[in-house]
């Protein structure tokens, strides 16, 4: 057993100051006085450190130099959770932004065998795509996108052993499509969408549960037209994905959306693309070359495409610029999108039970260590 001690502990539900978190075969086992470590306990002191949940992101195109599209291998996502773990992530869906069906097929294997051989980081898989609203495809390929046919039900169907996320314009696919998937375990999120106010809602009943990048690919909310940004805001049960890098949004847009939107609804992403935890200054998105210029990732004609944000480096974005408090933050980037993915129960959280996820953070919020299950 490990005791990791002598730290500021944020469980996910409050700080303390004077406690140990006891782990054993990759689980927290109990939190306790510092007093009441145990004898056998090998004791890790983390020397004043803060002590909180890895972090989990629900929107990882890439990393360490690969990109999930060119690569949907066991061996890229190795590439990519390394990476991303040296900035406090420790569970992530790689993603897979619109491609054809060969390549979602092949995303899904590689997942599929990522999952069964343990590998470290790796919850599930993230289609973003390909139906998509091409109004608002972004950096998104046209060639690929398309309403969905009988064959797309089955690349987006649950994922056994992970977690299995969609982001679809919900004005482009049949609600009873939604309804399918998501009664089948399927998170299902509208993204990339020009869908009104009215459609939004409908489609929140029919199970969207989530907002992809929100305010990113989407309409902006206007005075007689809330759109699928204001419907998401005012809904109380849906959550929202939010990429808080200071170039995606302004960072008054992001306070307005913190302050709107329901506590716990509201999680940070990345959707980190090859240069992050990589030297790289260009790389190449389907036929485009993406330039990395002052931290934005960005086409020849200046459109954003994806980002070189790091989880950690958006947790301090929010404390910083954003106003945000630490704890709050810290939540943000691990228990709320833990909880999207329905994983509360074992993520998210220090306390007894929960999957032994951890990151330590100096005074200043920069990562220290990073822990999954135990492990440094």
Same mark, same amino acid.
């Given at each position: ?16 100051? &004077? ?25 890790? $002191? ?10 989990? $992101?629900?929107q990882v195109n890439g990393g360490g130099g690969v990109l999930f599209n060119d690569d949907p291998s ?26 054809? =069906? ?41 060639? @690929?996108?398309?309403? /969905? ?20 314009? /919900?004005?482009?696919?049949?609600? $009873?499509?939604?309804? =399918? ?57 849906? @959550? ?17 959306? @913190?302050?709107?939107?329901? =506590? ?29 210029? *002052? ?24 404390? &910083? ?35 032994? &996820? ?10 220290? *260590?990073?822990f999954i299950a135990g492990r440094p």
């Amino acid at each position: 057993m490990d005791a990791f001690t002598n730290a500021i502990l944020h469980t996910g539900d409050e700080v303390r100051r &004077d406690a140990a978190v006891l782990v054993e075969h990759g689980l927290v086992m109990d939190v306790v006085q510092a007093s009441a470590i145990p004898q056998r306990a090998r004791r890790r $002191d983390l020397d004043g450190a803060i002590l909180a949940p890895g972090f989990i $992101d629900l929107q990882v195109n890439g990393g360490g130099g690969v990109l999930f599209n060119d690569d949907p291998s066991p061996t890229a996502l190795a590439t990519i959770a390394a990476a991303h773990r040296r900035f406090g992530t420790t569970g992530l869906l790689p993603t897979l932004i619109s491609d054809s =069906r060969d390549k979602r097929r092949q995303a899904r294997d590689a997942v599929a065998a990522a999952l069964a051989s343990g590998l470290p980081g790796i919850l599930g898989l993230h289609l973003e795509g390909p139906h998509l609203n091409p109004e608002r495809r972004g950096v998104h390929d046209a060639r @690929w996108l398309a309403p /969905p046919e009988a064959c797309d039900a089955a690349l987006m169907a649950p994922l056994p052993g992970g977690c299995m996320m969609v982001t679809l314009a /919900p004005e482009t696919v049949p609600h $009873d499509l939604i309804r =399918r998937l998501t009664d089948a375990g399927v998170r299902v999120s509208a993204g990339h969408s020009a869908a009104g106010y009215r459609d939004t809602q409908a489609a929140l009943a029919a199970g969207v549960t989530g907002f992809t990048h929100l305010f990113n690919a989407m309409p902006p909310i206007t005075s007689r037209e809330p759109g699928i940004a204001g419907a998401a805001l005012e809904d109380t049960e849906s @959550w929202c994905g939010i990429i808080a890098d200071g170039h995606h949004l302004h960072d008054a847009t992001i306070r307005l959306a @913190w302050r709107s939107k329901r =506590r716990g609804r509201l999680f940070l992403v990345t959707d980190a693309m090859p240069p992050v935890g990589s030297a790289l200054s260009t790389f190449t998105l389907g036929s485009q070359s993406i330039a990395v210029t *002052q931290g934005r990732c960005v086409t020849a004609d200046g459109r954003l495409a994806g980002s070189a944000l790091d989880m950690a480096t958006a947790v301090r974005h929010c404390i &910083d610029r954003i106003g945000i408090a630490v704890d709050e933050a810290l939540r943000m980037a691990s228990l709320y999108p833990a909880a999207f993915l329905g994983l509360d129960r074992r993520y998210g959280r220090i306390a007894a039970g929960y999957v032994a &996820d951890f990151v330590t953070l100096d005074p200043l919020h920069q990562v220290q *260590q990073t822990f999954i299950a135990g492990r440094p």
